[in-house]
């Protein structure tokens, strides 16, 4: 019974860091869509060419993120860092 509720708290670790890693990629793109669209912030300072190039970024990978629902969490994490 310990051998299993040891298995378990491994596996539920597993989970809650590819959530986390998840939750992570996610928020870094809805913050950066902000950040690049809100006038107070970067709108204003950035040239159109930029403000396009990164909003494709942050679609590319937001679109990845939308069709990679149970991809493993280095996969997050690496598409956190090319980010």
């Not at 491994?10 to 992570?24: S, T, V």
């Not at 990164?54 to 690496?78: F, P, Q, R, T, V």
């Amino acid at each position: 019974m310990v051998r299993d509720a040891e298995t378990f708290a491994e596996q539920d670790k597993e989970i809650k860091d590819k959530i986390d890693a998840r939750n992570q990629l996610e928020n870094y793109i809805y913050q950066m869509k902000n950040t690049v669209t809100d006038s107070d912030k970067l709108a204003d300072k950035l040239d159109d060419d930029d403000k396009a190039t990164i909003m494709d970024a942050l679609e590319e990978h937001g679109d990845w993120l939308a069709s990679n629902i149970d991809a493993d969490k280095d996969d997050y994490e690496d598409h956190l860092r090319d980010l």
